[in-house]
C-alpha cells in the first residue's frame, strides 16, 4: 500500500464544556488506502465518532474545536480549504452513513427527496433524470419497491430499510470513499448481517474505500483488511485484521479479544478491569496504565507514541519503546 487517499496526522478535536475543556480525539494518525475497508474499533466514548465526523469538518462548532492536525484527502487538507469546496467533496468524493438513520433523515422529507438533494447539489441533472437515478440507487441496496418508496417518510421504513436508504444516500454520487459510523447500530442479527454483506457487495463493485467504525470486533474480522484500535481519543494499535486477531500487541487489544464470547468457553466472560478515565483528569502518562496488568513506572510518567514493531503493525505501549 503506498498510495492512500485519506491521510490523518496528529488529528485533535476539544469540546469546551462548563465543566472545564475536555480532548475528544487526542493526537489520532492513520491513513486509509485506496480499495481498502478500514476498521476503527474501540469502546463507547472513546472517539471514534468525533474523528468521523471530524474528517468532513462537521463537529458542531461550539462547543467542538478542531485544534490541531492535519486531514489530507489526496494531498489536499480538508482542514485548509474553503467550506464552499469542503461542501463539494461531501457526498461527491466522500460519503458518509450516519450512525442513526431515523434522526440523521430530515422526518418531514421523503426519502426519494433526500437523496435526490445530493444529486441536485452536485450534479447538472434534470429532475426526470434524477428520479431515475434515485430510484435506481434506492433498487441497488435492495429496497423492495423503490418506486413506492421514493415518496416514503423515513418513520415509515423499518430500521434495515431505512440502514439500506441511507447507504444509498452515501453512495448515489459514487464517491471513492465512504465513512461507515456504526452501519449496524440498534439492527437485529440478521438485518446486520444483510447490511454488512451489502456493503461489502458495494464496495467490491465500486472499489471504494471504506472507513468502518464499530465497537463489534466480530463485524471487523468479518469484512475489514486492516483494523486501528483507538482508546480514550488515541490509537493505540494498528495492523491487518489477521496480525491482531493472532498477535496482539497492547494490553487494551488483548482484553478486547479475551473479552469475546466464544463457543466452547466455560465460566464468567472476561472483563478488563477499573473503568476508562475520567475526561478531565487524565492519567499524565499512558491513559491505559491504570487499568493495565503489565504497567511498569514510565507507564504513569509519559505516554508512548505510535512506533512501528513489524511491517504493518505499529502499537503505542511502552513494553515495545
Same mark, same amino acid.
Given at each position: ?59 458542531p462548532s ?76 434506492l433498487?441497488?441496496v ?9 415518496h ?7 430500521g ?16 471513492? /470513499?465512504?465513512?461507515?459510523? =456504526? *452501519? ?6 440478521? &438485518?446486520?448481517? +444483510?447490511?454488512?454483506?451489502? @456493503? ?25 483488511q ?15 485484521v ?41 492519567? /499524565?502518562?499512558?491513559?491505559? =496504565? *491504570? ?6 513506572? &514510565?507507564?504513569? +510518567?509519559?505516554?508512548?507514541? @505510535? ?15
Amino acid at each position: 500500500m503506498t498510495n492512500p487517499l485519506l491521510t490523518v496526522n496528529n488529528l485533535q478535536v476539544n469540546f469546551q464544556t462548563e465543566s472545564g475543556l475536555v480532548k475528544a480525539v487526542d493526537g489520532v494518525s492513520f491513513t486509509l488506502e485506496e480499495g481498502e475497508i478500514l476498521g476503527l474499533v474501540g469502546e463507547s466514548g472513546c472517539g471514534k465518532s468525533v474523528t468521523a465526523l471530524s474528517l468532513l469538518r462537521l463537529i458542531p462548532s461550539p462547543p467542538g474545536q478542531i485544534s490541531g492536525g492535519e486531514i489530507l484527502w489526496r494531498n489536499r487538507d480538508i482542514l485548509k480549504l474553503p467550506l464552499a469546496e469542503v461542501i463539494r467533496l461531501r457526498g461527491w468524493e466522500i460519503g458518509m452513513i450516519f450512525q442513526e438513520p431515523l434522526t440523521s433523515f430530515n422526518p418531514v422529507q421523503t426519502i426519494g427527496a433526500q437523496l435526490a438533494e445530493a444529486l441536485k447539489v452536485h450534479t447538472h441533472m434534470h429532475d426526470k433524470a434524477i428520479r431515475e437515478k434515485v430510484i435506481e440507487g434506492l433498487q441497488r441496496v435492495g429496497i423492495p419497491d423503490p418506486k413506492r418508496q421514493y415518496h416514503a417518510y423515513p418513520h415509515e421504513l423499518s430500521g434495515g430499510m431505512r440502514q439500506r436508504a441511507m447507504i444509498a444516500m452515501a453512495l448515489i454520487c459514487h464517491p471513492q /470513499a465512504v465513512i461507515a459510523d =456504526e *452501519p449496524t447500530t440498534a439492527l437485529d442479527v440478521t &438485518i446486520q448481517a +444483510q447490511i454488512l454483506e451489502l @456493503l461489502q457487495q458495494l464496495q467490491a463493485e465500486n472499489g471504494m474505500s471504506v472507513l468502518l467504525i464499530t465497537h463489534n470486533l466480530g463485524i471487523i474480522a468479518e469484512i475489514a483488511q486492516r483494523v486501528a484500535v483507538m482508546y480514550a481519543g488515541k490509537i493505540v494499535e494498528i495492523s491487518t485484521v489477521r496480525e491482531l486477531f493472532h498477535n496482539p500487541l497492547h494490553p487494551y487489544t488483548e482484553g478486547l479479544l479475551r473479552s469475546i464470547p466464544t463457543a466452547g468457553r466455560s465460566g464468567a466472560l472476561y472483563a478488563i478491569p477499573g473503568q476508562v478515565p475520567d475526561a478531565f483528569a487524565m492519567p /499524565a502518562g499512558c491513559y491505559f =496504565e *491504570p487499568r493495565c496488568p503489565k504497567a511498569r513506572e &514510565i507507564c504513569r +510518567q509519559q505516554h508512548p507514541g @505510535l512506533k512501528l514493531v513489524k511491517v504493518g503493525h505499529s502499537v503505542a505501549c511502552w513494553l515495545y519503546n
